[in-house]
C-alpha cells in the first residue's frame, strides 16, 4: 500500500469540471480518502468512500472507485477559485499512505 | 472542541539543538497520528498511539526521534540533535476508534533547520 500516485498539476477555468485522478496499490484498503490542502495549512478531509461502492456523491464531488484496476477519481463539478489547492488521495488502515498531491489551478 | 492544535506553528532551530513539539487532538478521539511532510510530497506516517499505548512506529523514525503521549491526551514529539534533513512540515492528526471515517488533521508545525 505504499504508492499511492496522482498526476501533479491540473489547470481548469472557474465553472468548469475538475477530474483529479489516483492510482494505489493495495487491494485490501477498505478505505479510500480524498483531502484538500491549502498553503501552509494542514490537510482537510473532504470525502472518502468504502471499497466496496463504486460511486459517491456529495454535494459537488463525486469520486469513483474502480477497484479493478485501482483507480480513484474525484471530480469537482462546478470549480471555483476557492477550490484552488493540493488535494491528496489516501488509502490504508492504521496508517494513511498518501499520494504525492495534485495541485489544482482555478483560472477566474 | 476546536480541532487538532499544534504548537508552535514554526519553529527555527540551529543543526544539533533538540526540539519538541506539541499536539493537543480532539478530546473524545482514542488514536493519535504523527506524519511528516516534505514540500511537494504528501505526508509520510511516522508513528501512532491508542490511548497512551504507541502501537506502530515508522522505519523513517529514527533513534533521534521520540514521541509520547503520558496520558492518553496530548502528546509530544521531540528530535534530539537536529539535522538539516528534518526540515519538515510534522502534522498531527486525531480519530475516534480505528478513524476508518478519516482522520482530522492539525495545522501543523513547520520546523526549518539551519
Known amino acids: 500500500g505504499e504508492d499511492v500516485e496522482q498526476s501533479l498539476f491540473l489547470s481548469v477555468r472557474e465553472g468548469d469540471s475538475s477530474v483529479i485522478n489516483c492510482t494505489y496499490t493495495?487491494?485490501?484498503?477498505?478505505?479510500l480518502y480524498w483531502y484538500k490542502q491549502e498553503p501552509g495549512a494542514g490537510l482537510q478531509l473532504l470525502t472518502y468512500?468504502?471499497?466496496?461502492?463504486d460511486m459517491k456523491q456529495d454535494q459537488r464531488l463525486t469520486v469513483l472507485l474502480n477497484k479493478k484496476d485501482k483507480h480513484l477519481s474525484l471530480r469537482i463539478a462546478d470549480t471555483q477559485t476557492g477550490d484552488s489547492a493540493i488535494y491528496f488521495c489516501?488509502?490504508?488502515?492504521?496508517?494513511?499512505?498518501f499520494g504525492t498531491g495534485t495541485s489544482l489551478t482555478v483560472i477566474p | 472542541d476546536t480541532g487538532v492544535s499544534q504548537d508552535p506553528r514554526h519553529k527555527i532551530t540551529k543543526r544539533g539543538q533538540n526540539v519538541t513539539f506539541r499536539c493537543d487532538p480532539i478530546?473524545?478521539?482514542?488514536?493519535l497520528y504523527w506524519y511528516r511532510q516534505t514540500l511537494g510530497q504528501g505526508p509520510e506516517f511516522l508513528t501512532y498511539?491508542?490511548?497512551?499505548?504507541?502501537?506502530?512506529k515508522s522505519r523513517l523514525l529514527s533513534d533521534r526521534f521520540s514521541a509520547e503521549r503520558p496520558k492518553g491526551s496530548f502528546s509530544t514529539l521531540e528530535i534530539q540533535r537536529t539535522e538539516q534533513g528534518d526540515s519538515a512540515m510534522y502534522l498531527c492528526?486525531?480519530?475516534?476508534?480505528?478513524?476508518?471515517?478519516?482522520?482530522?488533521f492539525g495545522s501543523g508545525t513547520r520546523l526549518t533547520v539551519v
Open positions: 492528526a486525531s480519530s475516534h476508534g480505528t478513524g476508518t471515517d478519516g482522520y482530522t
Open positions: 493495495d487491494s485490501s484498503s477498505t478505505y
Open positions: 468512500i468504502f471499497s466496496n461502492m
Open positions: 489516501a488509502e490504508g488502515g492504521n496508517q494513511f499512505y
Open positions: 478530546s473524545e478521539h482514542n488514536r
Open positions: 498511539f491508542q490511548n497512551e499505548a504507541q502501537l506502530e
